[in-house]
């Protein structure tokens, strides 16, 4: 099993472009979610999926939009990229087991300019 | 007041060395708790669960004091690979449970 994956690893955009973060897991898993990691700011939730059809908002959804395309794809979108989103960007899934464990994918790290 | 609240860091320690971190958090009705480990430029990854009973794997010890919201986690005998950043996580509340909370995270560095 690959667990949880991430395209790209590494992405540039100028400011006022988009692009669509790519992630998968093959672990069957129900719930789904897109964090953003700052120097000391810890990781942060920006939206996740508690099961394939619903997305819902994190603690700093504005600027992004996701899609739970299937069990398996939640993809994250910036419509249009701005300076402050420059981050890495972590994607995670977890079942519905007690424990509340989440895996998380390799990151991606993005930067605008 | 943050959620999640741990001690930057860095610790260093020499090996063989024992360490250990604290961490608060401020919602008494979190459910869950977790000590996550996190690697230069790489994902988090679980260490451990806590327990509110308390539970140790191999040279790791956690403990949970719900009465005082704060969660230890114990690292005995240090080695040079301990070396990385300690995540405090508790579940959230909303959602059924469905959201983690992260803490910034704990520095830890093992040095001959």
């Known amino acids: 099993n690959a667990g949880v994956t991430q395209t790209p690893k590494f992405q540039v955009l100028k400011t006022g472009q988009s692009m669509t973060l790519q992630c998968a897991q093959d672990?069957?898993?129900?719930?789904m979610y897109w964090y953003r990691q700052d120097p000391g700011m810890g990781l942060r939730l920006i939206y996740y999926?508690?099961?394939?059809?619903?997305?819902d908002k994190g603690e700093v959804p504005n600027g992004y939009n996701v899609s739970r395309l299937n069990k398996r794809e939640f993809s994250l979108r910036l419509e249009s990229a701005a300076p402050s989103q420059t981050s890495v960007y972590f994607c995670?899934?977890?079942?519905?087991?007690?424990?509340?464990?989440?895996?998380f994918g390799p990151g991606t790290r993005l930067t605008v300019t | 007041r943050k959620e999640v609240e741990q001690d930057p860091g860095p610790f260093n320690v020499p090996e063989g060395a024992t360490v250990a971190f604290n961490c608060t958090y401020s919602n008494s009705a979190s459910q869950s708790f977790f000590w996550y480990r996190q690697d230069c430029r790489k994902e988090p990854k679980l260490l451990m669960s806590v327990y509110s009973s308390g539970n140790e794997d191999g040279r790791f010890t956690a403990q949970l004091n719900r009465a005082s919201q704060y969660i230890s986690l114990l690292i005995r005998d240090s080695k040079l690979s301990d070396s990385a950043t300690y995540l405090c996580?508790?579940?959230?509340?909303?959602?059924?449970?469905?959201?983690?909370?992260f803490g910034t995270g704990t520095q830890l560095k093992v040095e001959l």
């Open positions: 999926s508690a099961s394939e059809g619903t997305t």
């Open positions: 672990m069957n898993h129900n719930s």
């Open positions: 996580v508790v579940s959230g509340v909303t959602g059924g449970g469905n959201k983690l909370t």
């Open positions: 995670a899934s977890r079942t519905r087991a007690r424990n509340y464990e989440q895996y």
